[in-house]
């Protein structure tokens, strides 16, 4: 018998690196998942900084793709083999593989964790990969407790209202830097104790003179080129630089003898390295979910386009226009 015609969806294709205007709104096949395979209408695409990355090519992709690292959707289909995986699932995923700017598409069951029930499809889009980064950088990479000073960069963005949120209910004294009173007053309501307007002060005089001369015991710095040099010099004897993004551009290299002068500790971690396993994923989005259901969490949907739209959403991400999380809609 002759098989079925294509199920044709609707998704962002990207054919040429480039600005914004390369993001094209297109027909595409979605296949039947296979074994080990499910098939996933999407409900919120959370986009994040990574996606810029890819678009420009800073981090390298072969063409043509479909872009987006994080969904939450319905399954639609189920692949052979599977049992612990029914239509009408709610899922969410962030990370590898690709291709979620897409109304439907095909991933490994593997990548997918459950939704629990509680949590609204967009508040877990902007939790999911940004809130899974921030547990991994308050919790595995540095484990921040009661006491500790850390110094959180673009602290009104989508990781970094996550990052103040939770270093608060950690119990430390938290920092955060932004580029405009609005972003400040909101990173004061996400639990910044100090917000330094960083276009207009100098971070590194302010951390001096907040810590009292000693320094914090951490920085976030996903800024990059602009921050780096300055983080360092915010750091205490012995203090800990976690280098996580470069929204500002690349950092420019540091030699190793500059972390002697006060014996520093660097780490440049990547969210995937911490999500390896499948336990070490469920262990990450349980923390992540368990801390939106306290409370503790509160996921910042400050700006929905829809999916068609994903060109002036990257536009305003890259000017720095948004705050919180930006979600699309298919
Ligand atoms: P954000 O919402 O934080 O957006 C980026 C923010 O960076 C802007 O809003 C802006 O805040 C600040 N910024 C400073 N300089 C610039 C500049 N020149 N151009 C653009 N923005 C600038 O994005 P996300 O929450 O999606 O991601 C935050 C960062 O974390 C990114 O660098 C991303 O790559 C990184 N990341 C890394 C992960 C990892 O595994 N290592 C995982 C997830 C995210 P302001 O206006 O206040 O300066």
């Known amino acids: 018998s002759p098989s079925p015609a294509p199920k044709m969806v609707k998704a962002i294709r990207v054919y040429e690196l480039g600005g914004p205007e390369v993001l094209k709104w297109e027909d595409v096949e979605v296949g039947e998942p296979k074994e080990g395979e499910i098939r996933v209408r999407n409900k919120a ?4 900084f990574i996606d810029v990355y890819h678009r420009k090519g800073v981090y390298a992709k072969e063409t043509p793709f479909t872009p987006g690292m994080e969904a939450v959707g319905v399954v639609t289909a189920v692949g052979p083999g599977l049992t612990d995986r029914q239509v009408g699932d709610v899922v969410a995923y962030a990370g590898n593989p690709m291709g979620s700017y897409s109304e439907e598409q095909v991933l490994p069951a593997s990548v997918v964790v459950p939704v629990p029930p509680s949590i609204d499809h967009k508040i877990a889009a902007s939790v999911m990969l940004k809130g899974m980064t921030a547990y991994v950088l308050l919790r595995r990479c540095y484990k921040v407790e009661a006491g500790h000073t850390v110094l959180i960069h673009a602290a009104a963005g989508g ?45 590194v005089a302010r951390v001096n003179e907040v810590t009292s001369g000693n320094g914090v015991n951490v920085v976030y710095d996903s800024v990059g080129k602009d921050t780096f040099q300055g983080s360092l010099s915010c750091l205490r004897s012995r203090g ?47 923390e992540v979910f368990a801390n939106v259901a306290a409370g503790i969490l509160r996921g910042r949907v400050n700006h929905i386009y829809p999916l068609s739209d994903a060109a002036r959403a990257h536009a305003d991400l890259e000017a720095r226009k948004t705050s919180g999380s930006i979600v699309l809609i298919p």
């Open 240 to 286: 800990f630089m976690v280098s996580f993004g470069q929204s500002s551009g690349r950092p420019d290299p540091v030699p190793l003898s500059d972390l002697a002068s006060k014996s520093l500790f660097l780490t440049r971690p990547s969210l995937m390295h911490y999500t390896a396993t499948r336990d070490e994923l469920l262990a990450a989005a349980r």
């Open 45 to 48: 695409i959370g986009v994040n």
């Open 159 to 203: 990781v970094g209202s996550l990052l103040c949120q939770w270093a608060n209910a950690l119990g430390a004294t938290v920092i955060g830097t932004v580029s405009t009173e609005e972003k400040a007053a909101q990173a004061a309501e996400d639990g910044c104790h100090h917000v330094i307007v960083y276009t207009k002060e100098d971070f």
